[in-house]
Every structure is written in C-alpha cells, then in structure tokens.
C-alpha cells in the first residue's frame, strides 16, 4: 500500500524535531547560532525569503549542505512553503548523520501570518 504525501510526512514527522515560527524568531533575536534554510524552490525563494536564511532547495540539499556545515552538530532549522517538505528534507539529513536539525512548523505562510522579517 503506498502512502499519500501527507501520510509520508505524518509518518517521518514522529522522528524529526519541529519548532514553531515564534521559536525560530526568539532563536534570532537572541543571535543564536544557527543556519536557518530555506529548502523551496528557486521560484519560491526568488520571490522571498525569511531575512539571514540561505536557499538549498530540497532537490539538492543532500548535496550541497556540507558546502555551507561543516559540523554535523551544528543546529540547522529548515523551512519550506508550509513545513511539510522540510520533514522529508529533515529525516533525509538526519541519516546523513546530522544531528540537530529542525524542521519549523507553518513555514512560509506561517513566517508571514506572524509578521516575521522578509527580504
């Protein structure tokens, strides 16, 4: 039986750490050190982006994310459209044997229901 992706990120979503939008403003505010990701696509990044994040889209992010950590330790908050690819985008680094990484819960949508800083 295959499952819808919905089902998918429900599933996956038991073993990968979530935060809320208004945590990741608290983290930024207090100039936590952490690299915040924005995994949509390049259309969606283009028409914007949470201010200080970088764009590693979920095609790639398996690739390319040493280019930007080094440390597998490093905490890494991810955020997409709505927060489900970065489940999926979460688990998969996860395996890759990093350690602390986050997906935000709400995402996009929910970065600018609650005002968050945009460029």
Do not use: P
């Amino acid at each position: 039986m295959s499952k819808t992706f919905h089902e998918l990120c429900d599933e996956l979503k038991k073993n990968v750490k979530t935060c809320s939008v208004s945590d990741v403003k608290k983290m930024k505010e207090s100039k936590e050190d952490f690299l915040l990701v924005d995994i949509r696509e390049d259309n969606e990044f283009n028409a914007g982006s949470i201010k200080g994040s970088v764009h590693i889209g979920k095609g790639i992010i398996e690739r390319d994310i040493h280019l930007f950590v080094n440390d597998h330790d490093k905490k890494i908050v991810l955020y997409c459209g709505g927060g489900y690819r970065t489940v999926i985008a979460a688990h998969s680094l996860q395996n890759m044997g990093y350690t602390n990484v986050i997906s935000m819960d709400g995402g996009w949508k929910g970065w600018n229901a609650e005002g968050g800083e945009v460029v």
